[in-house]
Structure formats: C-alpha cells, structure tokens
C-alpha cells in the first residue's frame, strides 16, 4: 500500500504563493499517477489537477488553470503543487492522491490512496 503526507500549507495575504509537497513511503510510487484535491468547509472534495509518472502530461481544473503547476520527482518520491496568485477561493485543506488508473482522471474514486491535507489559508 501507499502512505502519502501533505506539508506546506499555511496563511498567505491574496496574490502569495505556496508551494505543496506530497512524500510518498512507498518505493513504487513513480507507478502512480498522481492527483491533488480541496475541500472548503462546508464544501464536496474538489479536483485541482493531475500528473502521469512520467511528467510530461498534466491536467488541470479551469479555476487554477494559468496559476497552479503539478509536479513529481520520482526520484524522491515527491509530488509538488506550485500556487501562485493564490485567491481566498482557493482556502480549502489540500488532499494528494494515488491512483491506479493510467488515464488522468478528475474522478476521485479513481484514486484509492490519499494522504491526511495540509491547511491553505488566503486572506483578503
């Protein structure tokens, strides 16, 4: 199985950014294709985007197309999400995901290994 761990989050003033990261415990993790989500409170789970293992294909939501980059190092084992002009409608606990379909998908039962979120707080 896989163990992923969120890190990165925090509070950031409208315009900031951030930069997540995704540690997987793993050794087969450059198998997965990997996704990140949000959910606001009060809120369903959200898709952000997703990334094939081999990097070269990435898919993303409209609301953060142009703003947030997804990115792996397999190498160590780590998957990253880059926000930048960060909104407050981006304040949500941010979740990465595994999945064992080839196919980027936006679909979240399609990712059956998920790690605990990490906190983005935008401020106006």
């Known amino acids: 199985q896989v163990q992923l761990v969120e890190s990165g989050g925090g509070l950031v003033q409208a315009g900031g950014s951030l930069r997540l990261s995704c540690a997987a415990s793993g050794h087969t993790f450059s198998s997965y294709p990997m996704g990140w989500f949000r959910q606001a409170l009060g809120k369903e789970r959200e898709f952000v985007a997703a990334i094939r293992r081999s990097g070269g294909y990435t898919y993303y939501a409209d609301s953060v197309k142009g703003r947030f980059t997804i990115s792996r190092d397999n190498a160590k084992n780590t998957v990253f999400l880059q926000m930048n002009s960060l909104k407050p409608e981006d304040t949500a606990v941010y979740y990465c995901?595994?999945?064992?379909?080839?196919?980027?998908?936006?679909?979240?039962?399609?990712?059956?290994?998920w790690g605990q979120g990490t906190q983005v707080t935008v401020s106006s």
């Open positions: 995901a595994a999945s064992t379909i080839a196919a980027l998908t936006s679909t979240p039962t399609n990712y059956p290994y």
